[in-house]
């Protein structure tokens, strides 16, 4: 991805991208930041401890990374479907039913990609035990820079995935996408006293 391209796409007066690709690309900022970390960690020798898992990290954030990037495009494909079905024609009650139709299923797939940008973000998240246990302490920052990147996306994209809740008619997927969303929320927030642990450890300001 073209990242200047991108943020010239995104300040465009354009409904896509939008709120939803900006979180994956903020997610894929984040994933970068850990493999960062790790890197420059293994490439230190005298880090002997947790490499295998270092490795580990390493390899789980490029991939994260990649598909982070992936759902950004995605996201703005999956607004644009739901333009195109606003767009639709509606002289008969044929149309009318179709463009319905269409509406509905433009919004559950514009609903289910930033579900997939949010568990991936989580996925991403999950890093963050083992590269503060082994990540070379004076890369903290870049670890909570990393974090809150991922944390922001992650919120972002349930926020997205929640608007998209309001406009669609199907209850067994509205109630499933809300449960899903309220666990994730909760999970999102559960590395925060880890972090901020390891921030006073380092003399920084913790999280609040």
């Known amino acids: 991805m073209d990242l200047s391209k991108f943020l010239d796409d995104l300040r465009a007066a354009t409904g896509a991208p ?31 401890e947790g490499r295998d898992k270092l490795e580990e990290i390493r390899s789980a954030a490029e991939t994260l990374h990649v598909k982070l990037l992936a759902l950004a495009e995605e996201d703005a494909e999956a607004y644009k ?17 179709e463009r319905s139709k269409a ?22 998240m999950a890093l963050l035990p083992g590269l503060l246990e082994y990540g070379n302490p004076n890369a903290i920052t870049d ?22 809740l309001t406009s669609i008619k199907d209850q067994q997927f509205k109630q499933a996408t809300a449960d899903i969303l309220r666990r994730a929320r909760q999970q999102v927030v559960s590395y925060r006293p880890q972090l901020s642990a390891a921030l006073e450890k380092a003399g920084l300001e913790p999280l609040r």
């Open 103 to 124: 509406i509905q299923e433009a919004f559950v797939g514009a609903t289910k990609s930033p579900l997939r940008t949010l568990e991936t973000c989580l996925e991403a």
């Open 143 to 164: 670890v909570a820079v990393g974090f809150l990147l991922l944390e922001a996306a992650a919120l972002g994209a349930a926020m997205n995935a929640e608007i998209n």
């Open 18 to 48: 939008g709120g939803g690709a900006a979180a994956a690309v903020t997610g894929a900022m984040g994933c970068a930041l850990f493999q960062m970390v790790s890197g420059i960690t293994l490439r230190l020798p005298r880090f002997t």
């Open 81 to 97: 479907s739901v333009e195109s079905a606003f767009r639709l024609p509606k002289a008969t009650p044929e149309e009318k039913a």
